[in-house]
């Protein structure tokens, strides 16, 4: 799941961003609001997490700027604010959420994961394809054993699930994968799909190639 995360405060933005890449998501960071609402303009995210207190644009305004447009993506406040007259702006003017700092990276995680089932409908109860199942905490079993993946292979594979029996575009992969800042190329996506789809060996679910479509996560039996 690709994330943009918008913080003006480097040293709390860079552990954040480690921290939530090593949990599975890729993510985007913008030190500011105004250079956050151009970039909201052009590229695709799933969620943004936004600080209140921003230069050039604060995250209030930014937040207007975001349903103004009519993007319903979450969006998740990020505030050291503690007054309640800060935190009922936000609700009103459409953020699904706000976290107070300090906060635990595990409440963070959490939130995050909750925001994202309820915007993409997902039910709380576990995914199952075959012999694949896909746990909301973020991890996948095969065979009723725990599937051992990076966090770039449990994005493909989170990705194909998400979109089972249907075709996933090379640059789909890439978008939720990879993050502006990485050095990579549509064409690395091969590397992970192909490492995903030896993991998958022995089951009756394998990522198939269509020539000219992507790939399509498909069960046999």
Request: aromatic letters at 6%.
């Given at each position: ?35 956050a609402d151009h970039l909201l303009q052009t590229e695709h995210y799933e ?175």
């Amino acid at each position: 799941m690709r994330l943009l995360l918008v913080e003006d405060t480097a040293e709390l933005a860079c552990w954040l961003q480690k921290a939530l890449t090593s949990a599975g998501f890729a993510v985007d960071w913008m030190a500011d609001g105004l250079a956050a609402d151009h970039l909201l303009q052009t590229e695709h995210y799933e969620l943004v997490l936004l600080d209140i207190s921003l230069p050039r644009l604060s995250g209030l305004d930014l937040l207007g700027r975001i349903r103004k447009r009519g993007q319903t993506l979450p969006v998740l406040l990020l505030t050291a604010r503690n007054e309640l007259t800060d935190r009922v702006r936000g609700l009103n003017q459409g953020a699904d959420d706000y976290l107070s700092k300090p906060f635990e990276l595990e409440e963070l995680e959490a939130r995050i994961r909750a925001l994202l089932r309820r915007s993409q409908g997902q039910v709380q109860e576990a995914q199952t394809f075959g012999e694949l199942v896909f746990h909301n905490e973020g991890y996948f079993e095969l065979q009723q054993k725990p599937l051992a993946l990076t966090p770039r292979e449990s994005s493909v594979l989170k990705t194909l699930m998400q979109r089972r029996g249907r075709p996933v575009s090379r640059q789909q992969l890439y978008e939720q994968i990879f993050t502006l800042a990485d050095d990579a190329s549509p064409e690395s996506i091969e590397l992970y799909v192909h490492r995903v789809r030896k993991k998958l060996s022995g089951s009756n679910v394998s990522i198939i190639t269509l020539r000219g479509l992507g790939y399509s996560l498909e069960r046999h039996g």
